[in-house]
């Protein structure tokens, strides 16, 4: 079975903290993926990578960087983090180019900031 | 992405076959249907796709028009941990869109 999993399941933080959420998959997928998720938002897309060291913003990355310094493993820091950064991080996988409608979710991390 | 329509909710015992119905009527040719379901404080779960044939795995049937105008995502058992809000979605499997959510349908299996 594919595994994504996220280095936290719940997460508090101080308003101006650098915020560090890890995302690791263990099925040497090539595409990863950040969303964040909120009550009637939906998912949105923050940043995605195809390759190692390789990124692409999505539809609300300010606010937000990542890293992919290997393939199994994708970061996003919140450099300053905020009040309106409170949500549900939700990391992803995808194995190839084509077929991206498959994505394998981890459980997500549930981050408040105070 | 194709417009998909869904029941908000739907109820089903324990043991019996949920079927839970999709409509995108303005699907395209080349785009495909996809089923999520996203089980209450986790994480989105990929269940199936399909293009025009029916698809089978070891979580659930896919059953897709002729026309393609309406699919059925068919869970043959339901258990209490399949409640869970089921998603449809109509889109390429190419290129780097952006899964985009709708409202889904509320799946409550009861014992």
């Known amino acids: 079975d594919v595994k994504v999993t996220q280095s936290s399941r719940y997460l508090v933080k101080r308003t101006g903290e650098k915020v560090f959420l890890e995302c690791v998959q263990d099925?040497?997928?090539?595409?990863m993926f950040w969303y964040r998720q909120d009550p009637g938002l939906g998912l949105r897309l923050i940043y995605f990578?195809?390759?190692?060291?390789?990124?692409e913003k999505g539809d609300i990355p300010e606010g937000y960087s990542v890293s992919r310094e290997k393939k199994e493993r994708f970061s996003l820091i919140l450099e300053s983090a905020s009040t309106n950064q409170t949500s549900m991080y939700l990391c992803?996988?995808?194995?190839?180019?084509?077929?991206?409608?498959?994505?394998?979710f981890g459980p997500g991390t549930r981050l408040t900031v105070t | 992405d194709a417009k998909t329509t869904q029941p908000p909710s739907m109820d089903c015992a324990e043991g019996r076959a949920a079927n839970l119905p999709c409509n995108h009527s303005?699907?395209?040719?080349?785009?495909?249907v996809y089923w999520y379901r996203q089980i209450h404080s986790q994480g989105p779960q990929y269940i199936i796709h399909?293009?025009?044939n029916n698809e089978t795995n070891e979580m659930a049937s896919l059953i897709i028009t002729e026309d393609r105008k309406s699919s059925t995502l068919i869970l043959p058992h339901a258990t209490l941990r399949d409640t869970a809000v089921y998603y449809c979605i109509a889109r390429l499997n190419t290129g780097f869109q952006k899964l985009v959510f709708g409202t889904g349908t509320r799946l409550l299996v009861s014992p």
């Open positions: 992803a996988s995808s194995p190839r180019l084509a077929g991206l409608g498959e994505q394998y």
């Open positions: 990578s195809y390759d190692v060291k390789m990124k």
């Open positions: 303005t699907i395209s040719g080349n785009e495909y």
């Open positions: 399909g293009l025009k």
């Open positions: 099925m040497d997928h090539e595409n």
